[in-house]
């Protein structure tokens, strides 16, 4: 697809060459900037952490806070952790201005605007800081002691320096926070993040309190300063802010500047599938365009290709579009991406293009909005629990409609509080059956543990209904249940029709309703496979050793069957010895199942199923 220029823009081609000069030089400052503001985040964050617990430590005297302040000191004081603090203190507001220069567009989610207010604001307050303590201490040998800082700082500067806290706590949690949530692990301690992204910087203004009142008591002589220190100090501070925002203004600038030539030069033609053709100047990224003209689309990592939520086809035009950064290729290829699937994040279009948003998302959204995964969304390791009526056609043949439907809400009402007594989500309901799972909340173990004890109350609840409804029923209601543990695939889908779902899906159900099927097979009420008896950590009595064939799979997958409700194995039988199991194939397989649920059938003999 060719550039289109609009007439009379052929004598600005050096301007737009320049600009697209400009352009490239920062897109290569982005293929590793990242890193580094990310590497010196972390150190000024690890600072931060230090200093402010620290301050924490202060609810146990001034002398306490000391003693550990020459630890402190003698980590960040060496040559290395002076290096690489006030090296992170200079690197990272400049790459991080680079960022922010980098944009094409101010359309951005809100926590985004937070996070760049923040950092511009920070300064204001960090400086007279560094210069009172750090840089004084090195110069003019002003005590730099919790005790002497304290009686500097209270209650003159007490307010300024509780909010200096928050400012820089707040401006590195949101940053750590944003940067993990797309890791899978992240979710296993995201609680125990968030208590200590709520109790550092409490700790730390208690401790600072309490401290600065007993240093204010303290009979120590008034610190004095003479008139050129004073001076150098307010010198200092002017200089230093004066170039932070002699930077900041620069960005601005360049920005300014590069905005005019950019839309006095030429622009180019974007096809959005699904959203029409919109004609604008090139520079912005793809995902900078959807916000800019207010696309629905996803964006997990708010555009630092740490995720592929935001990636799309290019159907025409992938020839002009440069190679993938290192950052980029290495996320395609970890998703497999076929051909011309690109992060909308990472390519800046110069010429035409015509692209389609892979990740599904509401078509009817609020303008502008950024359509980001939920937290519970992501590959989890559950336990899956599939359960179905027997013989339900032929039930429902024999009943009264009212009959029916009232027995079937008595039926689910039971099932769910079975379910929910043990911490599942019935997560589908299908005509007589339906799927819970086992494992949102608390480890893979009690997840095994609290589905297997679900199935067993549902055994129950199943032959409570039984001997209530005995005489309205032509025959005896009989579930069958599968239970497997694996990973699966938890997210929510919604439309305006339906709207929202929580779903879970993967081959760890399939093989969950699978086991559900062999239940009619093999004359049990409860199959669970091997994974999950072991995954428990538990033994089970009244157990038979099973060999499911799985569609799909070339081998048959070890399950344990029970013929009534699943019950934790007595410590007798424990500890006594288990006779030799002796698998049963071919013919005898028949024989073993028709006979399951007969009491001449002996725990534990295994039985192949199929």
């Given amino acids: 697809m060719s550039s289109t220029r609009p007439p009379g823009t052929g004598n600005r081609s050096i301007g737009a060459g320049m600009s697209a000069g400009m352009g490239a030089g920062m897109e290569q400052v982005s293929s590793w900037s990242r890193d580094i503001r990310f590497v010196s985040g972390l ?24 003693q550990a302040q020459s630890w402190r000191f003698a980590i960040w004081g060496s040559w290395p952790g002076t290096v690489a603090l006030y090296g992170s203190f200079v690197v990272h507001p400049l790459f991080a201005l680079i960022r922010v220069a980098q944009r094409r567009t101010f359309k951005m989610p809100a926590r985004e605007m937070i996070q760049i207010a923040l950092g511009l604001t920070i300064p204001l ?3 007279d800081h560094i210069i009172g303590t750090r840089v004084m201490g090195s110069y003019f040998g002003v005590d730099e002691s919790y005790h002497a800082v304290l009686r500097r700082l209270w209650p003159t500067y007490a307010v300024t320096q509780s909010l200096l806290l928050l400012l820089v706590w707040t401006h590195g949690v949101i940053g750590v926070h ?55 100090a307010n010198f200092n501070v002017a200089t230093a802010k004066s170039t932070f925002y002699g930077l900041v203004g620069f960005f601005v600038l360049f920005v300014g500047v590069r905005e005019f030539r950019v839309r006095t030069t030429r622009q180019i033609t974007m096809r959005f599938v699904g959203h029409g053709t919109r004609r604008l100047a090139p520079g912005p990224t793809v995902l900078e365009m959807f916000r800019r003209f207010g696309i629905p689309h996803a964006a997990l990592c708010g555009g630092r290709a740490r995720c592929a939520t935001c990636r799309v086809l290019v159907i025409d035009g992938a020839d002009s579009l440069p190679r993938p950064s290192m950052n980029e290729a290495r996320l395609l290829r970890r998703i497999s991406a076929p051909d011309r699937v690109r992060l909308a994040c990472q390519i800046r279009p110069r010429d035409d293009l015509q692209v389609q948003i892979l ?40 009943q009264l409609p009212q009959e029916l439907i009232g027995l079937l809400n008595r039926f689910f009402d039971e099932m769910g509080q079975a379910i929910t ?32 004890a679900a199935a067993a109350d549902i055994v129950r609840a199943v032959e409570a209904l039984n001997r209530e409804f005995g005489a ?53 009420d409860v199959v669970v496979s091997e994974d999950t008896i072991r995954l428990s950590g538990r033994s089970y009595a009244g157990t038979s050793a099973l060999k499911v ?35 049963v194939t071919g013919e005898e397989s028949g024989e073993a199942a028709a006979t399951a649920d007969a009491p001449a059938r002996e725990p534990d003999k295994p039985v192949t199923e199929g």
């Fill in 178 to 232: 944003f940067l993990l949530r797309a890791r899978e692990s992240y979710r296993h301690w995201r609680d125990a993040f968030l208590l200590g992204a709520v109790l550092v910087p409490l700790l730390a203004l208690i401790g600072f309190s309490v401290a600065a009142r007993e240093a204010m008591q303290m009979s120590l002589p008034p610190e004095l300063m003479t008139q050129a220190q004073q001076a150098m």
């Fill in 43 to 66: 150190v000024l964050l690890f600072f931060a952490t230090t200093h402010f617990l620290n301050h924490a430590l202060g609810i146990f005297g001034v002398g306490v806070m000391e």
């Fill in 549 to 583: 064939s799985i569609k799909g799979r070339d081998k048959p997958l070890n399950a344990f069957g029970f013929v009534s409700a699943p019950e934790l194995r007595s410590r007798r039988d424990s500890a006594s010895k288990a006779k030799p199991s002796v698998p």
């Fill in 125 to 127: 307050l960090l400086v």
């Fill in 359 to 398: 990740l599904a998302s509401r078509l009817n959204a609020a303008p502008g909005r950024t359509l980001e995964p939920d937290a519970m969304m992501g590959k989890r390791g559950l336990t899956v629990l599939v359960a179905d009526l027997r013989a339900f056609s032929a039930l429902s043949e024999r």
């Fill in 472 to 524: 309205a029923l032509p025959l005896p209601l009989r579930i069958g249940i599968g239970i497997h543990s694996g990973d699966t695939i938890t997210g929510a889908v919604e439309n305006d029709n339906l709207g929202r779902r929580d779903i879970t899906v993967g081959e760890t159900v399939m093989i969950a309703a699978q086991l559900e099927s062999a239940t009619r097979r093999v004359l049990a």
């Fill in 421 to 452: 007594a043990h911490d599942g989500r019935i997560d589908a309901f299908y005509g007589d059956g339906f799927m819970a799972v086992f494992g949102l909340e608390g480890t893979p173990a009690r997840a095994a543990q609290s589905a297997i």
